[in-house]
Nanobody, 129 residues
Framework: QVQLVESGGGLVQPGGSLRLSCTAS????????MGWFRQAPGKEYEFVSA?????????FYRDSVKGRFTISRDNAKNTVYLQMNSLRPEDTAVYYC?????????????????????WGQGTQVTVSS
């Protein structure tokens, strides 16, 4: 059983930065595509970013975070990161890390929650002055 634990959330002012981390245990980390989703109060889950299994050469981002967020992975540490810069109030949400076993790294698959097999408990990110 794979367990995912997120950390790094908190309160930050608009324009600030945070780095989220998600550490996996109980599985073969480098075989999983890793993704980040978020859910704001009263809203549906939305895809944020994903990084391909293996070396993570390929990534996806939702349009609203492109150029501001960067996903990366360190397979030696079983950890995926989400560096978030130029944060906006609309980025406020609970951020969830997820792992997918599918080998098909294509946009319409990796942006869909149902295609991820394992989920973390979430970490709160609040962007406010």
């Amino acid at each position: 059983q794979v367990q995912l634990v997120e950390s790094g959330g908190g309160l930050v002012q608009p324009g600030g930065s945070l780095r989220l981390s998600c550490t996996a245990s109980g599985g073969t980390f480098n075989s999983y595509t890793m993704g980040w989703f978020r859910q704001a109060p009263g809203k549906e889950y939305e895809f944020v970013s994903a990084i391909k299994w293996g070396g993570g050469a390929d990534t996806f981002y939702r349009d609203s975070v492109k150029g501001r967020f960067t996903i990366s992975r360190d397979n030696a540490k079983n950890t995926v990161y989400l560096q978030m810069n130029s944060l906006r109030p609309e980025d406020t949400a609970v951020y969830y890390c997820a792992a997918a076993t599918t080998r098909f790294f294509v946009m319409h698959i990796m942006t869909t929650r149902a295609n991820y097999n394992y989920w973390g408990q979430g970490t709160q990110v609040t962007v406010s002055s």
